[in-house]
């Protein structure tokens, strides 16, 4: 390479690095609920016989969202709206799901009436064809009849809650009226005060969703006629601090347009959070250097470069969460933290094709200049980096397009960490080696670079390489053997699905001491649940999972009632609750996600590859799909929306395996060799097999440390992705590979077209 296209490279890796760690440093990290604590709430607009629940309807209901939600003093909430209908609301550090969906999600249809009189029966609260209506009298406790409105929410300027120190009223609700609604208010207080003292038609009542709040009658230095001006009132009724603060946030907000239903509701403790935070930062520190020193021990001084690179990755995935504004949420600390095993891959790829060139030059030619053997180790190591790592990019859109909640965080870490795992690996860690190997006292010991040995696994596979394509019959066989076993996974213990795809409530509770999970789930199908999933876990098992069908709030009462008395005083860690209708949406969107991730790698691999090719690793790749998906039946475990990330993401590494050696088997071939193809694809697995392992070996040693520290959560999206690794590993040579060879010696390639000959003209040129 040119020294000037070295340092232009070299300022511009520096230049990116320097910018990422000025972001790292400046710029405050934005934390999922699960993080950080909070509630996060999905509701959905409903149509109404005059307004249809869409778009332009549901922006509307957003505003007036916001402003309730302002109301509750809640620091830095996030209200959206997800597709013509749902809006989805994040209040972190508010605890209590209740408070939040009951204040949010009602109506608040604020009016005011003046007092016709008093009734003897109730219409059921609905208004009259003109407007008036009978309500219970909050006061006196009889029923009032009310005329039609003569004031409504809309005409409310401003709403506060103010404890009232001097007249003994104890927590009121000051309400401020726009101007045409102050000479509204005038007139109507006007004309009550006509009414003589103790008359119900003295009184006014504002009236919030159907119920009276306060009927206060007009004091009686106020004239008729005249009424009270000013434009402002009191709501008066014996409210708590909370209620008044509720109430303000409601009537300020004013009327939602449309009526919403509570579609999911998730609550996570703060503890819970830091708890997340920590496991992971650990798991990420454990894990990176686990693959640093392993990496380091293979390939020596490159090993150490990489390790570097490896640390410079993570300033610039971490940078561009930061600076993109994404979510950071648990699943995708996993994702970030799993991007290590990209990087390394990479980096892998490079190192195994630089030994190989470094043999092919020869000792004394390398070793005069072992820049050459990896400048073309670079330049050869490109198409299978692109490939392997566009297929897990294809994997993260999807994940970003049908997920839902901190899901979608993790597509989104996870292709950012794809794309800085490619810078890292062919600028970063190329410049660093140059600049390495460019030493003299590195040339004097060629040992240390790591390239002057093909690896003691490789030198055996030299000695006496596999015929593993001989056998093709037998490993059908073992791969038609697991299928059936996880099928029968499927059938007999049937596949758990989590609440988010069934509908339901999922509740995590702490307990002071430790819980005996028989007498949990005894005391819980005391209270009315018999069907109740519940589980002890955490430290100590102190922790209490109940997942139950029914998703109203009085059955989360009950149950914490019945734990309290079996197990002491227990707090909610963390309370998601899914509608049904909801359930099965994502349960469709999970099977379309992986539909379109088998269509969409089938389509780029026939680009790329051949059909045949393509048809192979696909296979290999739904075989590892319903493996795992087998292996979580056997056990138990739920399948939920965090698992289907861990699926998705065995999409990307198993198709990642499989096109790596598929991509030496077109090399080889492309040489004109005229060996059988089965001996062909033997030569590709033994060219190949280290980098497998290695680069397994670095994603093994952070998903270890995540399935250990990781927490619930983490534990069993680790253990599928352990899983999906090493299946991964196996089924490009044991599945992807024979079927290759299979397809091709039914449907050969048809022979090239032989080049045209090259003539030179009169003045030299070729043509």
């Given at each position: 390479m040119p020294p000037s296209a070295v340092l232009r490279r070299a300022l511009l890796a520096l230049a990116v690095v320097a910018l990422a760690l000025w972001t790292a440093l400046t710029t405050q990290p934005r934390l999922g609920l699960d993080l950080r604590g909070g509630t996060r709430i999905v509701l959905e607009t409903q149509d109404t016989p005059a307004l249809r629940a869409d778009a332009e309807a549901t922006d509307r209901a957003l505003e007036v969202l916001r402003k309730r939600v302002d109301g509750l003093g809640v620091a830095e909430p996030s209200l959206a709206r997800a597709g013509e209908n749902r809006i989805v609301v994040e209040l972190p550090g508010l605890r209590d799901p209740r408070e939040a969906a009951e204040v949010i999600g009602r109506t608040a249809q604020l009016t005011v009436h003046a007092v016709t009189g008093t009734a003897a029966a109730a219409p059921g609260g609905r208004p009259a064809a003109d407007g008036s209506r009978v309500l219970a009298d909050p006061d006196g406790g009889g029923l009032l009849a009310l005329a039609a409105p003569a004031l409504t929410g809309d005409g409310v300027k401003s709403a506060d809650a103010v404890l009232d120190t001097t007249g003994g009223r104890g927590w009121t609700v000051d309400l401020a009226f726009r101007d045409g609604a102050a000479a509204d208010w005038a007139r109507l207080t006007g004309e009550a005060a006509c009414a003589p003292a103790g008359d119900p038609a003295r009184r006014v009542a504002i009236v919030l969703d159907d119920r009276i709040v306060s009927a206060p009658a007009v004091q009686a230095g106020v004239t008729c006629g005249a009424g009270i001006a000013g434009g402002s009132t009191q709501i008066t009724g014996g409210f708590s601090a909370e209620e008044a603060r509720d109430l303000a946030a409601l009537v300020e907000g004013g009327a939602l347009p449309l009526p919403v239903t509570t579609l999911e509701q998730s609550t996570v403790g703060p503890t819970l959070g830091a708890d997340a935070i920590r496991?992971?930062?650990?798991?990420?520190?454990?894990?990176?250097?686990?693959?640093?020193?392993?990496?380091?021990?293979?390939?020596?001084?490159?090993?150490?470069?990489?390790?570097?690179?490896?640390?410079?990755?993570?300033?610039?995935?971490?940078?561009?969460?930061?600076?993109?504004?994404?979510?950071?949420t648990l699943p995708g600390l996993a994702g970030f933290v799993l991007a290590v095993g990209i990087a390394v891959d990479a980096n892998v790829l490079v190192f195994e094709r630089a030994r190989e060139e470094y043999a092919a030059l020869g000792r004394t030619t390398a070793v005069r200049d072992p820049r050459r053997p990896l400048a073309t180790a670079f330049a050869k190591a490109w198409s299978a980096v692109a490939d392997s790592n566009v297929t897990t990019l294809l994997a993260a859109g999807l994940l970003f397009a049908f997920a839902t909640g901190p899901v979608k965080g993790f597509g989104v870490t996870l292709a950012l960490g794809v794309l800085a795992s490619m810078v890292t690996a062919m600028v970063i860690t190329r410049l660093l080696a140059d600049a390495a190997l460019a030493l003299p006292a590195v040339r004097r010991r060629p040992a240390l670079t790591g390239m002057a040995g093909l690896g003691r696994l490789r030198t055996r596979l030299a000695r006496r390489a596999p015929r593993l394509m001989v056998h093709r019959r037998r490993w059908y066989a073992v791969s038609t053997v697991l299928l059936l076993v996880a099928l029968a996974g499927i059938g007999v213990r049937g596949v758990q699905l989590g609440v988010e795809f069934t509908g339901g409530r999922d509740v995590q509770y702490a307990a002071t001491r430790p819980v005996d999970a028989d007498a949990a789930r005894a005391a819980v199908a005391a209270a009315g649940f018999p069907d109740a999933?519940?589980?002890?876990?955490?430290?100590?098992?102190?922790?209490?999972?109940?997942?139950?069908?029914?998703?109203?709030?009085?059955?989360?009462?009950?149950?914490?009632?019945?734990?309290?008395?079996?197990?002491?005083?227990?707090?909610?860690?963390?309370?998601?609750?899914?509608?049904?209708?909801?359930?099965?949406?994502?349960?469709?969107?999970?099977?379309?996600?992986?539909?379109?991730?088998?269509?969409?790698?089938?389509?780029?691999?026939?680009?790329?590859?051949?059909?045949?090719?393509?048809?192979?690793?696909?296979?290999?790749?739904?075989?590892?799909?319903?493996?795992?998906?087998?292996?979580?039946?056997?056990?138990?475990?739920?399948?939920?929306?965090?698992?289907?990330?861990?699926?998705?993401?065995?999409?990307?590494?198993?198709?990642?395996?499989?096109?790596?050696?598929?991509?030496?088997?077109?090399?080889?071939?492309?040489?004109?060799?005229?060996?059988?193809?089965?001996?062909?694809?033997?030569?590709?697995?033994?060219?190949?097999?280290?980098?497998?392992?290695?680069?397994?070996?670095?994603?093994?040693?952070?998903?270890?440390?995540?399935?250990?520290?990781?927490?619930?959560?983490?534990?069993?999206?680790?253990?599928?992705?352990?899983?999906?690794?090493?299946?991964?590993?196996?089924?490009?040579?044991?599945?992807?590979?024979?079927?290759?060879?299979?397809?091709?010696s039914r449907a050969p390639k048809p022979p090239a077209r032989p080049a045209k000959p090259r003539t030179s003209n009169p003045t030299g040129a070729v043509v």
């Open positions: 496991a992971s930062a650990l798991a990420a520190v454990i894990g990176l250097a686990c693959t640093g020193v392993f990496v380091i021990v293979v390939y020596r001084l490159l090993g150490l470069l990489a390790t570097v690179a490896l640390l410079l990755y993570g300033l610039l995935s971490y940078a561009a969460v930061v600076a993109l504004g994404a979510t950071l999933v519940v589980q002890a876990t955490g430290d100590g098992g102190r922790d209490v999972t109940v997942r139950v069908a029914e998703t109203d709030d009085s059955a989360q009462r009950r149950i914490t009632e019945a734990l309290t008395k079996t197990a002491g005083p227990v707090t909610v860690e963390r309370d998601d609750l899914v509608g049904p209708s909801l359930g099965g949406e994502l349960r469709t969107h999970a099977l379309l996600a992986l539909g379109l991730a088998v269509a969409a790698q089938l389509a780029y691999l026939s680009v790329r590859f051949r059909w045949t090719y393509a048809a192979a690793a696909v296979v290999a790749m739904a075989q590892d799909v319903l493996l795992v998906v087998g292996l979580f039946a056997w056990l138990g475990k739920p399948v939920d929306s965090v698992f289907l990330a861990a699926l998705l993401t065995v999409v990307g590494y198993s198709v990642n395996d499989s096109v790596v050696v598929l991509d030496r088997l077109r090399e080889i071939r492309r040489t004109g060799t005229r060996l059988p193809l089965a001996d062909l694809a033997d030569r590709a697995v033994a060219q190949t097999l280290p980098r497998t392992v290695n680069t397994g070996m670095g994603a093994l040693f952070v998903l270890a440390a995540l399935a250990v520290l990781g927490g619930d959560t983490l534990t069993d999206f680790s253990v599928a992705l352990l899983a999906g690794v090493v299946l991964g590993m196996a089924s490009t040579v044991f599945t992807a590979l024979p079927l290759t060879v299979t397809l091709e």
